[in-house]
C-alpha cells in the first residue's frame, strides 16, 4: 500500500503541474486516494482487517458470492465525502491531461 500511496501523490503533483500550465482559472487538484485492485478473482488475502483499507477486488461473476474485498466499483461510485473534492468538467474540461511519461505505468 506505500508504493500505491506514493504513486497517488505523484500523479496528484503531475496533475498540479499540467493545472499550472493552463491558461485562465487556477484549477484545485483534489486529494488523489491511493487504492489497490486485485483483479483475479478468488483470490485468497490473509491480511489483517487494519491492513485491507484502499484494497478492492473485482465484481463477483453471475451466480457467486461477493468476496471479502469491496469491489472496486464500490470505491468508483461512491461520491465524495466533501463536494470540494468532486471533480468536475469545468475543473479540467480537457485542456489539461495528465502528461505521458515513458516508463510510467497506472
Known sequence: ???????AKKLKS???VAASRRKGQQVRIPFVQAAVFLSKPGLRVELSEHHLHGIFGPEPAPGHEPGLLPTITSQLQRPPQDERQRITKEMFGGAARPPR???HRP
Not at 500500500?1 to 504513486?7: E, F, G, N, S, T
Open 1 to 7: 500500500m506505500h508504493l500505491a500511496d506514493a504513486k
Open 14 to 16: 503531475l496533475l498540479q
Open 101 to 103: 511519461r515513458r516508463g
